[in-house]
């Protein structure tokens, strides 16, 4: 089993930044990659960023590349999204996920297809 802690987010003003972080913990070998899925409210949970862990490629949802970067530290099983020049639309539900059979591209990959997942981070943006 694996464990996933979250850290972060919180309440920002729209073009600030916040960064989440997710920590891995348990039975971590074989992960193949991590990332966040965010739910707004009355919205489907959707794939934002992910990360492969055996190579470090990263992937973005349309709606938050250029401005979303996901990154991770191995020796600490733990992966980073930072989030710049925060819109409205960003305020969401974030939670982390791992894959032990998805790589790093989340693209078409829904909620269903991951096997670990965190409690969330509430982020919050004001206009």
């Known amino acids: 089993q694996v464990e996933l802690v979250e850290s972060g987010g919180g309440s920002v003003q729209a073009g600030g930044s916040l960064r989440l972080s997710c920590a891995a913990s348990?039975?971590?070998?074989?992960?193949?990659?991590m990332g966040w899925f965010r739910q707004a409210p009355g919205k489907e949970r959707e794939g934002t960023a992910s990360?492969?862990?055996?190579?470090?490629?990263?992937y973005y949802a349309d709606s938050v590349k250029g401005r979303f970067t996901i990154s991770q530290d191995n020796a600490k099983k733990t992966v980073y999204l930072e989030m710049n020049s925060l819109k409205p639309e960003d305020a969401a539900m974030y939670y982390c996920?791992?894959?032990?059979?998805?790589?790093?591209?989340?693209?078409?990959?829904?909620?269903?297809?991951?096997?670990?997942w965190g409690k969330g981070n509430l982020v919050t943006i004001s206009s």
């Open positions: 348990g039975n971590t070998y074989g992960l193949s990659s």
């Open positions: 996920a791992a894959s032990r059979t998805y790589g790093g591209n989340w693209r078409f990959l829904t909620s269903a297809d991951m096997d670990y």
């Open positions: 990360i492969s862990i055996r190579s470090g490629s990263p």
